[in-house]
């Protein structure tokens, strides 16, 4: 079982960035996909991205797509969300999860471990 916990929200200006980060535990981290889900107060969980077991391959949400960019290191077990030009309707407590595929996908279901969650609050 991976134990994920993520780190780096906080309380920014619209326009401001935010990078989060997510810190994997257990050897299995490097052949799986990763994602990051959000959830905002009132509004279900919604997928935000998904990079592939290399990091070759990517998927983003179109409410982000151009101003946020996942990455991850491999080499340190954790996975990254570059978070630019943030607007209020970003604000959401964002998970990091892992996927049961190499390759990043956009339902919850295709996740089996999951993090506490880190508090984005974009001000206006």
């Known amino acids: 079982q991976v134990q994920l916990v993520e780190s780096g929200g906080g309380l920014v200006q619209a326009g401001g960035s935010l990078r989060l980060s997510c810190a994997a535990s257990?050897?299995?981290?490097?052949?799986?996909?990763m994602g990051w889900f959000r959830r905002a107060p009132g509004k279900e969980r919604e997928f935000v991205a998904g990079?592939?077991?290399?990091?070759?391959?990517?998927l983003y949400a179109d409410s982000v797509k151009g101003r946020f960019t996942v990455s991850r290191d491999n080499a340190k077990n954790t996975v990254y969300l570059q978070m630019d030009s943030l607007k209020p309707e970003d604000t959401a407590v964002y998970y990091c999860?892992?996927?049961?595929?190499?390759?990043?996908?956009?339902?919850?279901?295709?996740?089996?471990?999951w993090g506490q969650g880190t508090q984005v609050t974009v001000s206006s």
């Open positions: 257990g050897r299995t981290f490097s052949s799986y996909a």
């Open positions: 999860a892992k996927s049961i595929f190499t390759t990043g996908v956009s339902w919850p279901g295709g996740y089996d471990s």
């Open positions: 990079i592939s077991w290399s990091g070759g391959n990517t």
